[in-house]
């Protein structure tokens, strides 16, 4: 009898030891950091106020693991870092450029959304000569390629049958498109949220804003291999988003506090261009019928070689 409970005891202690090793060994195969996408522009509220009350930091600190930012502006340089695997999730990438990488055969895949806001993308002037789509024919335009606001680009030279080969078309970021417009080396810049409030207030002349162009969809994305691989942690980025849009409900003053200092705005200005961005991270049929019209959109207009089915990206 004391041997039967001996050896009872014997494969109670080797089946404990089997679940924490599992346990152990589930644990070593989560990644050692997650390395987000840092956007500020054009009026990024949830990553200025994740960033600054480290939410993402404290949620997976149980898990052992580090979170690092990567300050990519260019939706072609956030898909390729996701793609490389530089980066794990990209808090904040527009639409167009999903559609593109996933156009190309990158893994990708759309967690849920981070905006919209078609009326906070613009494109300014330093004078009002430029007052339709035709007048930017052979005009020197810069901004961000692969953005909701290369696509307003687009769009709106499609309202004068013109493509972006009748313009000269220059990729940068858009504080660097604000510089260009200030110095007078370009004709036209792609701004949005913040750089566009200034372009305002200095008196430049806006030709056109997204509302009837374009969704001006922004969302949060992983590659489906991160999806299956690490449900856990997906859970816990769902859990950190629903905390940061807490924080901006019930702290709504804080919130705006923190990013008219990131942006280098007063108060009121922030106050002034939420108005204009919808932060719920919710899917709605909308917002997928939406993806599927710049989806068509950019296939129209050449810049992917197939039809998408958006389906897939969710």
């Not at 990438?93 to 959304?113: E, F, H, P, R, W």
């Not at 969704?215 to 769902?238: G, H, Q, S």
């Not at 849009?245 to 108060?267: C, G, P, R, S, Y």
């Not at 997928?288 to 129209?300: I, L």
């Amino acid at each position: 009898m004391k041997k039967k409970i001996m050896s009872l005891i014997m494969v109670a202690c080797l089946l404990t030891g089997a679940v924490v090793g599992c346990g152990q060994n589930k644990q070593e195969k989560l990644p050692e950091k997650l390395t987000f996408t840092y956007v500020t522009a054009p009026l990024n509220i949830p990553s200025i106020v994740e960033r600054e009350e480290r939410i993402f930091a404290e949620e997976f600190e149980d898990d052992g693991i580090k979170v690092e930012y990567a300050e990519l502006t260019s939706g072609a340089d956030q898909t390729q870092a996701l793609a490389s695997g530089d980066v794990q999730v990209l808090y904040g990438v527009g639409a167009s450029s999903v559609i593109l990488s996933a156009a190309n055969g990158a893994d990708i895949k759309v967690l849920n959304m981070y905006s919209r806001s078609p009326k906070a993308f613009c494109l300014y002037a330093k004078g009002d000569t430029i007052k339709s789509a035709e007048d930017l024919r052979g005009k020197t335009i810069a901004g961000p390629a692969g953005t909701n606001l290369h696509e307003l680009l687009v769009a709106f030279l499609a309202k004068a049958d013109m493509t972006i080969k009748d313009v000269n078309y220059v990729n940068m970021p858009i504080p660097d498109a604000k510089v260009a417009l200030d110095g007078g080396s370009i004709d036209v810049a792609l701004l949005a949220g913040a750089t566009a409030y200034q372009a305002e207030q200095q008196g430049y002349h806006k030709v056109a804003d997204g509302e009837g162009l374009i969704d001006a969809i922004i969302v949060v994305a992983v590659t489906n291999e991160f999806y299956k691989k690490y449900p856990e942690l997906i859970d816990e980025l769902m859990d950190a988003q629903e905390e940061i849009d807490e924080f901006i409900k019930q702290n709504e003053n804080e919130a705006f506090a923190m990013t008219a200092k990131a942006l280098d705005l007063d108060v009121e200005a922030v106050k002034e261009m939420y108005r204009y961005y919808d932060f719920s991270t919710k899917i709605t049929s909308s917002d997928k019928n939406g993806f599927q019209r710049t989806a068509d959109f950019m296939y129209e207009n050449g810049m992917i070689e197939k039809k998408l089915d958006i389906d897939i990206l969710f």
